[in-house]
């Protein structure tokens, strides 16, 4: 890992809505400049009242900086269609000697609801960062109200309620290098949108432009380009994930020692020999429907199980029961990567032991047994039912607890007190398996 960035936000700036906002400059020269971002769906060009500034630009780009007059009044900066020459959005501003951001919004939906038209905005830019840095901002001109965060080498630069649709963020200074930029989409489930390791050049400015839409149904692609302000260095895009789902298979099958697993009928080397409580890893669907078979030396336990990936879906298939009597399902569950809370650990119980009763699940502090939040009578392939609606799962405390399991309604002993270390920020499945003569508690981490 590249070494860790001292990270200093500088001169703030208001996050952009219905009005043109500015940082604080320094002009390096004393002569007027405007740059012209792109974020609406089709290419657009810009004028400053009749007169023609930048021709057409392509939809989701950036244009060279150009020099334009400086004003003692209020100019009119227009961006216009380039295919029907209409006035797309327009803002008047009174153009100083210091470089400018003419951007470019484009139509928004906000929570599905509310439809925003394209709207401008003249930004007024930072100087040039100190000598041995870098500095970045974002601008979020993507369409369909996502939120993001933006993380570099692994620790946040700027937040999502600085990064909001149709807003440009502050500057932030960095020491110049190579680093580790992600993307992190916070809206709903959390996941990387966007990532690259780019270098970035002392002295110079970048901006991370966030255009196109996350909808997997809409025609815009999302593209996260960054763009430097020497004019000179080309453009990085972000590298996007694929539009998958996650899914991994668990050996929970009683007195197993191993399976293979082919999916769509084609065994990969992550699935070709799992142990008992032991689990294939998340894989990569793509998005569709999907077939699962189970096999132990060529027998099949499991002939032919479905499964359907949405787009950024987690999903965990325990294959349960025990060969003799032969009692064996599969037991699909939807799983979430973003913890309950970054300071305690997401858990969900389940009980997979094929011979076992319904049971109670108790944490013991002190010496005192308290049930664990929704894990009273558990029947086989029974878990957790929480009443906060996450997917089943609860928070316990991190570090090393104590659990137990009784019969439920009962105070005989299933489980003994077993100890289980738990981490801060963890999604994991706590499941009792084998048989009830022997029964232990396994663990299996979602995130």
């Known amino acids: 890992m590249k070494t860790t960035a001292t990270i200093l936000l500088v001169m703030a700036a208001a996050l952009i809505a219905a009005c043109s906002g500015s940082d604080p400059v320094s002009p390096d020269t004393q002569t007027a400049s405007v740059r012209f971002y792109n ?66 919004f484009p139509a928004t939906s906000v929570f ?64 110049a290098g190579a680093h580790d930029i ?25 901006t991370l432009f966030l255009t196109g839409t ?49 999916i769509d009928g084609v065994a990969r080397p992550e699935t070709n020999n799992i142990p008992f409580a032991s689990t294939s890893g998340y894989v990569d669907l793509e998005i569709g429907t999907h077939t699962t078979g189970v096999f132990a030396n060529g027998t099949p336990l499991i002939q032919e199980t479905r499964t359907t990936a949405t787009l950024r879906s987690r999903k965990t298939l325990f294959v349960t029961g025990s060969m003799v ?57 029974q878990m957790t039912s929480a009443a906060n609606g996450n997917l089943q799962f609860t928070e316990l405390p991190a570090g090393r607890i104590t659990i137990l399991a009784k019969k439920a309604n009962t105070q005989t002993v299933v489980l003994p007190p077993t100890q289980i270390t738990l981490v801060p920020g963890e999604v994991s499945t706590l499941w009792l398996g084998g048989l009830i003569a022997a029964p232990k508690l396994y663990l299996v981490k979602h995130n």
Do not use: W
């Open 214 to 262: 996350m909808s997997f149904e809409d025609k815009y692609p999302f593209r996260a380009g960054l763009f430097a302000e020497d004019n000179t260095t080309p453009p990085t895009d972000l590298y996007i994930p694929p539009d998958v789902g996650k899914y991994q298979v668990v050996n929970a099958v009683a007195g197993l020692k191993a399976f293979e697993v082919k």
């Open 39 to 104: 974020g609406n769906l089709s290419a657009a060009g810009v004028r400053i009242g009749e007169t023609k500034i930048i021709d057409a630009m392509a939809a989701a780009n950036v244009s060279a900086r150009v020099t334009i007059p400086t004003t003692t009044d209020s100019a009119e900066f227009r961006a216009i269609d380039v295919a029907t020459n209409a006035i797309l959005a327009r803002r008047r501003a009174i153009v100083k000697p210091t470089p400018y951001s003419f951007v470019l």
């Open 112 to 175: 599905g609801c509310v439809r925003l038209p394209e709207m401008c905005v003249v930004h007024e830019d930072a100087a040039a960062p100190t000598a041995g840095r870098a500095r970045i901002r974002v601008i979020n001109a993507t369409t369909d109200g996502t939120e993001f965060s933006l993380n570099i080498d692994g620790m946040e630069l700027l937040g999502n309620d600085k990064l909001r649709v149709r807003s440009i963020s502050n500057t932030v200074d960095i020491e």
């Open 325 to 381: 009597p032969p009692n064996i399902a599969g037991l699909e569950v939807a799983d979430i990567a973003k913890p309950l809370s970054q300071s305690s650990a997401s858990v969900r119980i389940i009980n997979l032991s094929p011979d076992a009763p319904a049971l109670d699940f108790y944490r013991v502090v002190n010496g005192v047994e308290a049930i664990i939040d929704g894990s009273a009578m558990l029947a086989f392939r």
């Open 182 to 206: 992600t993307l992190i989409r916070t809206t709903n489930e959390a996941y990387s949108a966007a990532y690259r390791e780019v270098t970035l050049q002392a002295g110079t400015t970048y």
